[in-house]
């Protein structure tokens, strides 16, 4: 139930994200989640695309410096205390949550966010047992 | 390891029938020279008058030294020993920071330099079968055109394909199954950074042997570049004064590099005193042509600073082995006091894995203190989209530099491509200092 994450190394470069952004849109790539964490030197951007494997090998042919990383995308209730919950039944079970950041679009009463877990299998099958929506591959190409 | 040999009598010599042969061709030069008003003038001030005043070897020692300002001062023909109509070739360089120096060969030299290249072509276990790609810039910049005849000489396939355009170099390294490449190693590190983009891993290529030089590099630049294609890359030494490429080459157990004393007469000074260290200590290099009529050169100071090392080689050849060249009397950079060779910068960051291909060295001054700024373009496929293992890497360069130069520098991650490259000789170091 893991979902491949992109990431990409950008250095502080004026246009550089834009230019990163336009490759995917020509090549009719959907971004569907991002988040950029930064430094003042670089910055890594993150995101989930509809065609992962088409992105990595773009990025590959135009010499951008990108990973994939498996993550874990899942519907978490959209009411106070939600996130909350689901993070301490995670905690409970040993599992830590690197970084997380949500969907661009909302779909359902739920908010989809993805998580980047140090045990990323563990971790989808608690949030299953505990009644959350893991989303797999097929599920964001049809976002 | 199956060692050749080009000239084997000449390789293997004992070392008094060198330095006998050494002594013969030096008294030559001094007759030779003594025909030029320049050096006529220099030799009559030292009671040098004609060749009979040098005895041995050790009277190498009352000639004067030669600097690259006397090539500038004598420019364009003052130094040329011969009628230009027995010239068949001239080099020169650049000229970027003055006038240029320009170098003359006559038929006979240009011979003798093509069959040291020649030599020190085999001496890395090159032969008739291998196809060779030049991607040494051709023209007046003696690296390109040396090697291009050495290569010619051996009996090789010689693709005289110039610097540039990476593309077709990668396609032409696979179309004719290049095995030997000439290149300066800055190049070769770029071209690795585009080799996926060509669709092309380094396994698709059938490059065996690579000579490196044109520009200083480290010990750990070759042993990267060596890592990234799977090949035996070779330190050679030469400079336009002393014909070219081709004055010392490293043999196939690449432990320095055979200076071809037949040829040369090598001696090892202090640079402040001029006084000759013995082998084994660091100094400048001193170098005197015994084979170029057409434009004799005694006691030339490179300011390239290396040592000797006069052990046997295993390789059987007698000529003494030159250390890679640890750096110019004229490229220490001076950052808030402290000497820095950009060398020294090089050795560190080469040696760890996650950079990439390319960097650069850059000063800048913040008020009266120098800011050392060294840039490095990150390797992709080291690149775990983890940001902490970033900024851990950050750190560990720049730990590593403070503990090797004793400044503390500033540490820059770039992507892959986007620092300056070159395609012939790199600028690795932007001093703005000055202009500030």
């Known amino acids: 139930m893991k979902i491949t994450q992109i990431s990409v190394f950008l250095e502080n470069r004026k246009g550089r994200l834009s230019q990163v952004c336009s490759m995917l849109g020509q090549a009719g790539i959907n971004i569907r989640a991002l988040t950029i964490a930064e430094t003042e030197s670089f910055g890594v951007l993150r995101m989930v695309v509809d065609k992962p494997s088409e992105a990595a090998d773009l990025f590959r042919k135009n010499g951008i410096t990108a990973n994939q990383t498996a993550v874990v995308a899942a519907e978490v209730p959209d009411k106070p205390g939600g996130l909350a919950e689901v993070l301490k039944t995670l905690s409970d079970s040993d599992v830590n949550v690197e970084y997380m950041y949500g969907f661009v679009e909302k779909h359902s009463e739920n908010a989809l966010l993805v998580f980047r877990f140090d045990n990323p299998e563990l971790a989808a099958r608690i949030l299953r047992e505990n009644g959350l929506k893991v989303i797999d591959e097929k599920g964001i190409q049809g976002l | ?436």
């Open chain 2, 1 to 436: 390891m199956e060692i050749t040999y080009w000239n084997k009598n000449i390789e293997t010599m004992d070392r008094p029938a060198i330095e006998a042969l050494q002594l013969q061709r030096l008294r030559e030069l001094v007759d030779q020279s003594l025909k030029m008003d320049f050096y006529k003038n220099r030799l009559l001030r030292v009671g040098i008058t004609s060749s009979e005043d040098i005895q041995s070897l050790d009277d190498l020692r009352r000639l004067p030294f030669n600097v690259k300002d006397d090539l500038r001062q004598n420019f364009p023909t003052g130094l040329l020993a011969v009628d230009m109509r027995d010239v068949v070739r001239v080099h020169s360089s650049s000229g970027t920071t003055g006038i240029p120096t320009v170098i003359y060969f006559s038929r006979q030299d240009m011979d003798n330099w093509t069959d040291l290249l020649a030599r020190s072509i085999v001496a890395t276990g090159c032969c008739q079968d291998d196809v060779f790609q030049n991607m040494m810039t051709y023209g007046l910049f003696t690296g390109g055109l040396g090697l291009h005849y050495g290569a010619e000489r051996v009996g090789m396939t010689v693709i005289p394909v110039g610097g540039g355009n990476t593309q077709r170099q990668v396609q032409i390294m696979k179309d004719f199954k290049t095995t030997v490449l000439h290149v300066t190693p800055s190049y070769l590190l770029h071209i690795h950074s585009k080799l996926e983009s060509f669709e092309t891993r380094p396994e698709d290529l059938y490059i065996q042997r690579v000579f490196l030089g044109a520009e200083p590099y480290s010990e750990n630049t070759r042993l990267k570049l060596e890592d990234l294609y799977g090949i035996d890359a070779y330190n050679s030494y030469g400079l336009s004064e002393m014909n070219g490429p081709g004055v010392a080459f490293e043999c196939v157990y690449k432990q320095g590099m055979h200076v071809w004393e037949d040829a040369y007469i090598l001696e090892i000074i202090d640079p402040e005193t001029g006084e000759i260290l013995p082998d084994g200590e660091q100094g400048e290099v001193v170098l005197t042509n015994l084979v170029r009529s057409a434009m004799p050169l005694f006691r030339y100071r490179t300011r390239d600073l290396a040592y000797v090392n006069s052990e046997p080689c295993r390789c059987g050849r007698t000529h003494r082995r030159l250390s890679r060249i640890q750096g110019r009397t004229d490229d220490m950079l001076i950052i808030n006091g402290v000497n820095v060779f950009p060398s020294q910068i090089e050795e560190v960051i080469m040696a760890i894995p996650e950079v990439g291909t390319n960097y650069l060295i850059h000063l800048t001054k913040i008020g009266s203190l120098d800011k050392l700024a060294v840039k490095v373009e990150i390797y992709s496929k080291l690149f775990t989209g983890d940001m902490s293992a970033l900024d851990g890497l950050k750190a560990k360069i720049k730990e590593k530099l403070r503990a090797s130069i004793t400044i503390n520098p500033v540490i820059e991650l770039h992507e892959p491509g986007a620092l300056p490259h070159s395609e012939g000789k790199a600028k690795r170091v932007l001093d703005e200092r000055e202009q500030l």
